[in-house]
């Protein structure tokens, strides 16, 4: 299957050829004929035939990729050469309008002989003229062309303005002496209101000019996108068959950058549907919600300074919301560097809630480096099993105690175990048997470092 850049290059290419053949009929009637507005039309056809080639060069150059020097691609030459054509199509109206007019005002007006061989030419010339203007715009409306579109409203033109020299000459043949003349001032006002539409539609494109309707259509889009919470900016711009443009989205602060992501391709989805030929660059914006939470805040906070905060409490009292916290600094890291940043880290959170707020941090050691360990003597790993499963009986809270990992490391003994507890207790509950467990094992064994307890239902 043929590219589009194909198919607009051959499209082009015929064009070509089709308008000098039909530039040289109409030249050769005009001068057997001695029509004003068969001649006229030989020079527009002519005119075409250069508009084409040129038309045929622009979609070449325009299908070149993006580069240091043109980052949004070349698409606009095809543009820049419609609006030449337009200045061409002015001009050769402006021609043709003022020789008529010199000829109603009583200048000589020409013998007209409109003979078959004339009529055979325009009847040609209307057939091939319908031809290349469905082709032309089905191919300009499938690409987004805007020189095969420019092309197509050229060869409209001209298939109405045939018709036209062909009423003036049989006006002419039956006695009515300025037929042909009113004809050619009917091929002049076709021809001037062909650049003038071309002309507009151009000159919006290189002005970049928004699709008309397209903006408020994507943007309905892309607030149906579930996580997108607003829709800033967007900027919409033709460049040869595409639509370009930058979109700002705004997603909850709060969610991961794997969920923000995500947002982003459903949102590329939806543009896609709405548009296909649209390459809009999203930039998603993280935004405070109304309804977000102070834990959500400090925890949010926290992360983006990297300082690991847990048991966070949060009171409301006397309308003063009195937030604590635990950071997790590195255990070797001196006291003053440590409280810098535990300090930064509250006046970053006062100046994000506002208002009466009381905060305080409690700063413990956090293990930075990694450990390098060795399983533990397997009697002493068999004293910890037993110690663990007596533990757990005795709070009736946890049970099946599996998949114990005892290791030996320079810190010290670490213990790892899973367990089962009733999927209906709460977190607190399950912490607090965890917790006793802990203890009771680093009462029993005073070469533990760490104990490591995970609770989950049955079946997991």
């Known amino acids: ?87 061409l199509l002015i001009v050769l109206a402006a021609g043709v309008l003022i020789e008529a007019l010199r000829r109603l005002m009583g200048h000589e007006s020409g013998n007209i002989d409109a003979s078959w061989p004339v009529f055979i030419v325009l009847a040609i010339a209307i057939v091939v003229d319908f031809i290349r203007y469905r082709s032309l715009r089905k191919i300009a409306r499938e690409t987004g062309s805007d020189a095969l579109a420019a092309d197509a409203l050229h060869f409209a033109s001209d298939l109405i303005a045939s018709t036209c020299v062909m009423l003036g000459l049989i006006a002419s043949a039956y006695g009515f002496s300025q037929g042909d003349t009113v004809a050619a001032i009917a091929v002049a006002v076709f021809i001037a209101i062909a650049g003038w539409r071309l002309g507009g539609s151009t000159i919006d494109t290189l002005l970049d000019r928004a699709p008309e309707g397209l903006t408020d259509r994507l943007r309905s889009r892309v607030e149906a996108v579930g996580g997108v919470v607003g829709v800033g900016s967007l900027r919409l711009r033709p460049a040869g068959g595409r639509i370009i443009g930058e979109l700002g989205i705004d997603v909850p602060r709060t969610i991961p950058l794997e969920r923000v992501t995500a947002i982003r391709q459903d949102v590329t989805l939806a543009i896609q549907r709405e548009a296909p030929e649209a390459d809009i660059v999203i930039t998603a914006n993280p935004v405070a919600l109304d309804d977000e939470s102070a834990l959500e805040q400090v925890l949010l906070i926290a992360a983006r300074r990297r300082v690991p905060v847990h048991h966070v409490t949060i009171q409301e009292i006397d309308g003063v919301k009195c937030i604590s916290f635990d950071v997790e600094l590195d255990g070797q890291m001196p006291l003053g560097r440590a409280h810098d940043i535990a300090s930064a880290l509250e006046d970053t959170l006062r100046a994000e809630l506002g208002g009466a707020v009381e905060i305080d941090s409690h700063i413990e050691p956090l293990e930075v480096q990694e450990l390098t360990g060795q399983d533990a003597d397997p009697a002493l790993a068999c004293a910890i099993a037993l110690e663990l499963s007596a533990l757990a009986a005795k709070g009736a809270v946890l ?40 203890h009771g094992m680093r009462r029993r064994f005073a070469e533990i470092a760490r104990v490591v307890g995970h609770a989950e239902p049955p079946g997991h």
Request: net charge negative.
């Open 1 to 87: 299957m043929l590219s589009d850049n194909e198919r607009k290059s051959r499209a082009a290419l015929a064009s070509v050829f089709a308008s000098a053949l039909l530039t040289l009929g109409k030249l050769a009637a005009g001068l057997l004929s001695g029509s004003l507005a068969l001649l006229s039309e030989a020079a527009h056809s002519l005119i075409d035939t250069g508009a084409t080639l040129m038309t045929y060069f622009a979609i070449r150059a325009s299908s070149e990729p993006a580069d240091e020097e043109h980052q949004y691609g070349h698409g606009k030459i095809e543009a820049v050469a419609a609006l030449a054509e337009t200045g």
């Open 399 to 438: 049970r099946d105690v599996h998949e114990i990992r005892s290791r030996v490391t320079s810190q010290g003994l670490v213990v790892n175990y899973h367990c089962h507890a009733d999927p209906t207790l709460t977190v607190n509950e399950v912490h607090e048997a965890v917790d006793s467990v802990d």
